[in-house]
């Protein structure tokens, strides 16, 4: 078979491929919040890790900002269907901050200033899938977009990647959390188009 | 800045393909503050995968509401109870 022309569509070449089933591209930056937007003054903010066994792993601001720092640009997706390609952001891996956390807890469940809570794995936070991120675009993260840090977890849809982070409760057994408990999909896999609970 | 949220009317269109009654007018009691009011009064956010509505007092969930495909999901644990407002049954 020959070569086939796509023909002009304002769109880059490959973006389709890169596209989950059911989602549309979108360029601009939609803000979802399931609240209002919590102000945390940076004196005051901080970052815990609580192990199964209670532990409690604490960074401040100024602790995580000295913390060797990554800038991924990765592709997101929002489960009200819209995703958003080569964003660019620059935060903490997660490795960093659990090397040297001692657990065999399987679950995590991330809280957030305000009060929102999302569950995953803790093997999907780790291996360079997962950040606490500060910066978005070469400006720091702007409160409406979940700063000053939020969790960047881009494989998964972006509920999972929760605004306004403040810690995460490792746990030997999955704990939903807010949209989790509402009828959505515990692990939300785009990929696999895993929206609601049963899909 | 405008609100990013609606008020409680929003939640009467999603609440009529569920229930026969207007559920904003029923009266609510919120959980964690004990504040009194109806639905319509509460604060609804809407850009969300579902719509949070939240106490005008004290800004916690009082209820959840997720369309999905073929079912909804209803979350009333912020609510003590609604009153709804139901016409004379006969006697
Ligand atoms: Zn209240």
Known sequence: MGIISRGFQGRRRGDDERLPPGQYLTEDFPVLSAGPTPRVPLDRWEFTIDTEGGQVHRWNWQEL?????????????????????????????LDVLFEDVETAAEYALVHSYGGYTTNLPLEDLLDGKAWIAYRYDGEELEPRHGGPARLLVPHLYFWKSAKWVRGIRLLNEDWPGFWETAGYHDYGDPWREQRYEGD | MSADYLDGNALAGPFAEIFAADVTVAV???????????????????????LVARCPGCEEVVLRLVRGPDAAWLDLR?????RIPLPGAGA
């Open chain 1, 65 to 93: 900002r000295a913390l060797p720092s990554e800038t991924p640009t990765v592709d997101i997706h929002c489960v009200t269907t819209w995703s958003k390609l080569d964003t660019r952001w620059q935060g903490v891996s």
């Open chain 2, 78 to 82: 912020g609510t003590i109870s609604l």
């Open chain 2, 28 to 50: 609510g009691r919120c959980a964690s503050c004990g504040l009194t009011g109806p639905v319509a009064g509460l604060r609804v956010y809407a850009q969300a995968p579902g």
